[in-house]
T-cell receptor, first 114, second 115 residues
Framework: AQSVSQHNHHVILSEAASLELGCNYS??????LFWYVQYPGQHLQLLLK??????LVKGIKGFEAEFIKSKFSFNLRKPSVQWSDTAEYFC????????????FGTGTRLTVIP | KAGVTQTPRYLIKTRGQQVTLSCSPI?????VSWYQQTPGQGLQFLFE???????NKGNFPGRFSGRQFSNSRSEMNVSTLELGDSALYLC??????????????FGQGTRLTVV
């Protein structure tokens, strides 16, 4: 069965600190990878996606993620966080079986202290 | 372009009752997926409908069902409600297929409380 692991449940950072959130998945086939963000009181929004090609992908608001196939990882990074980045971050995997269903990690809550 | 619309936003039901949730996807999107979000289990896939056919189903009991209409709007039904069904139910609309599969746009969700 497919699964997605996010190792950090709650991360607290000061503004301007660098961020890296880990994501590992278990699936032997080809996957599409996503990071979604849920700001307080808002709906889930797509932060960035990887379909193929350059394993380093850039998303909105200065976020980027690197797909390392050999490690089954898709870690999210941001060089300098802002207070407005306070949110919950979800890593998700689509197994490319033809359907659109996503397997989500349990999420990482990020709190940025001004 | 209007986003994904879910109605109602909040619902309170009694154990044993049934409930129907509605989702209108983004115009042109033929794929609608449903997810259950709870603090303990996180986001779990319920089912996906594509062109009025259920294409994929998660690991939920048969009390959870859905359907999709010809205009791509979808409904989800939960019968014989249990306390554990209390959750945020999210609808996701997708255009992507094949190599672009999985990219989804989510609605605000319906918060269901079972008492």
């Amino acid at each position: 069965a497919q699964s997605v692991s996010q190792h950090n449940h709650h991360v607290i950072l000061s503004e301007a600190a660098s961020l890296e959130l880990g994501c590992n998945y278990s699936y032997g086939g080809t996957v599409n990878l996503f990071w979604y963000v849920q700001y307080p009181g808002q709906h889930l929004q797509l932060l960035l996606k990887y379909f193929s090609g350059d394993p380093l992908v850039k998303g909105i608001k200065g976020f980027e993620a690197e797909f390392i196939k050999s490690k089954f990882s898709f870690n999210l990074r941001k060089p300098s966080v802002q207070w407005s980045d306070t949110a919950e971050y979800f890593c998700a995997v689509n197994a490319m079986t033809g359907a659109n269903n996503l397997f989500f990690g349990t999420g990482t809550r990020l709190t940025v202290i001004p | 372009k209007a986003g994904v619309t879910q109605t109602p936003r909040y619902l309170i039901k009694t154990r044993g009752q049934q409930v129907t949730l509605s989702c209108s996807p983004i115009s042109g999107h033929r794929s609608v997926s449903w997810y259950q979000q709870t603090p303990g289990q996180g986001l779990q896939f319920l089912f996906e409908y594509f062109s009025e056919t259920q294409r994929n189903k998660g690991n939920f009991p048969g009390r959870f069902s859905g359907r999709q209409f010809s205009n791509s709007r979808s409904e989800m039904n939960v019968s014989t409600l249990e306390l554990g069904d209390s959750a945020l139910y999210l609808c996701a609309s997708s255009l992507g297929q094949g190599s672009l599969a999985g990219q989804a746009f989510f609605g605000q969700g319906t918060r269901l409380t079972v008492v």
